[in-house]
């Protein structure tokens, strides 16, 4: 009877678009925010793994220099002293008297006056000065510093893809969500329709009756009643729906006013295999905790690599041309090759390396055990959206029966209303609790959908083996 209504009534719900579940969730990936800012980031995480990696292989530079100067000027080198210097000091070890005597004294002081004539003067000018410089630097041991940086910087890069992934099923969760919703205000339309297609009858009969003198003005004045309040209903079921349909256009990225309708889903999970499967490795929190611990990990051996030997290796080789000197060039051409190898070894820093690597490990416990306390955590979520499950179906059961039952109550007194042997009092309660039934029944149908969905996303299987069955 439901399936047949729904569908009697699906044209005046709603007549726009017909969307499935999987359109939906592919249209919220796209456009969601969250997810695309997720996306960037794993991009970051990306790039900067692979600028470590980098700090494998050498380094190459070239560096070019013209200069231009206007230094310049004369320059006189001093060649009377030295040599003055020299003669008088030769001639007093081999002519002991004679520099002893005033004509030598005389002699030789007056030598240098006699020399300076002979002095040069040597010109230079800077101008313009052309090189050229290709360095080459290899690492070749850094306590490890690089292969931690890199290993970072690749798990850094895997959890912002996890992530990504999280932010995924975020979205997959409130797409369902608002997605079951629709349903829901769908149904709850129907409920309050079918409610008022059955006033409209019982309007009719008590109306041809009190029209024959068959029945009392205040029974129909009751039925009217209802019927006012079931107009109500029916308005309130429209806007619910409305409301909900424009929260499912804003989470799928479409205008708020789009007119769009859903097709009535069901999903199928079996809460004895997720309980069977009580593993949360699956769970894309549990990789990104563990990857968490990872990087605290490796920063131990990042902090001790900064005080064990580091060892480097630099090539370098220039040209060099320019400069006068005595109208001649001073840097002719000229090519140079120079090979270091750098070693440096940290012998003492009062104790600060083993603090730091003290730190670094303490944070490294830290979250390992963080992770245990989480992992815990979430074993206990799974357990718990298996038992709301577990409640919801019984629920879900439970109120399909109380509708079917009221559903009968409802005929049982229409035929004894028809037979005189109830009053039209006694019809309208019995209609107004098929009808909160029926409305409960609803609720905890798609409440029953929700936690199934629920159960997928805890036990990270929310995207994989999804099933859909029409009703």
């Known amino acids: ?153 690749q798990l850094g890069e895997k959890m912002a893809k996890i992530g990504v992934a999280i932010s995924e099923d975020e979205v997959v969760l409130k797409t369902y969500e608002a997605y079951s919703l629709v349903n829901k205000a769908k149904e709850m339309q129907v409920v309050a329709l079918q409610y008022d297609s059955l006033l409209v009858q019982i309007y009719n009969t008590v109306s041809s009756a009190a029209k024959n003198g068959m029945a009392r003005q205040a029974d129909l004045m009751k039925v009217q009643a209802a019927k006012s309040k079931s107009e109500l209903q029916i308005h309130q079921a429209e806007n619910g729906l409305k409301l909900a349909t424009m929260n499912l256009c804003q989470i799928i990225g479409l205008p708020l006013l789009s007119r769009i309708d859903v097709n009535p889903v069901e999903l199928s999970v079996d809460t004895r295999e997720a309980v069977r499967s009580f593993d949360v490795s699956s769970r894309h929190e549990y990789e990104a905790l563990d990857m968490q611990a990872r990087i605290a990990e490796q920063k131990i051996y990042l902090e001790r690599a900064d005080f064990l030997p580091q060892v480097g290796l630099v090539l370098a080789g220039g040209y060099l041309h320019g400069g006068q000197v005595i109208n001649q060039t001073f840097f002719n051409n000229q090519m140079q090759a120079t090979v270091a190898l750098s070693v440096k070894i940290p012998i003492f820093h009062a104790g600060e390396g083993n603090h730091k690597v003290a730190a670094a490990r303490a944070e490294y416990e830290q979250a390992r055990l963080e992770q245990a306390n989480l992992n815990e955590m979430m074993a206990l979520e799974i357990q718990q959206a298996v038992n709301e499950l577990d409640e919801a179906e019984l629920e879900e059961r439970l109120n399909r029966n109380l509708m079917d039952e009221a559903a009968e109550g409802l005929r049982m ?59």
């Open 1 to 153: 009877m439901l399936i047949l209504l729904s569908a009697v009534l699906a044209p005046q719900i709603s007549s726009g678009q017909t969307l499935s579940i999987d359109e939906c969730v592919q249209m919220a990936l796209r456009e969601n925010k969250s997810v695309k800012a997720a996306e960037w980031k794993a991009d970051q995480y990306m790039h900067t793994s692979k600028s470590l990696k980098a700090n494998y292989f050498p380094r190459v530079s070239l560096q070019v220099a013209d200069l231009w100067s206007s230094l310049g000027g004369n320059y006189e080198v001093d060649v009377a002293n030295p040599v003055s210097d020299l003669a008088t000091r030769r001639v007093t070890e081999l002519f002991p008297s004679f520099a002893l005597s005033d004509v030598g004294s005389w002699y030789l002081s007056t030598l240098p006056d006699r020399l300076a004539a002979v002095n040069p003067e040597v010109s230079y000018k800077v101008g313009n000065i052309f090189s050229a410089m290709a360095q080459i630097e290899q690492p070749i041991y850094m306590g490890g510093k690089i292969k931690a940086g890199y290993t970072m910087g």
């Open 413 to 471: 007194s229409r035929k004894a209303y028809d037979h005189g042997m109830e009053t039209i009092t006694d019809l309208l309660t019995a209609q107004t609790e098929w009808q909160n039934a029926y409305a409960q029944y609803v609720e905890s149908r798609h409440n029953y959908v929700i936690k199934q969905i629920n159960l997928k996303k805890v036990t990270g299987n929310l995207k994989i083996n999804m099933s859909y069955e029409n009703q």
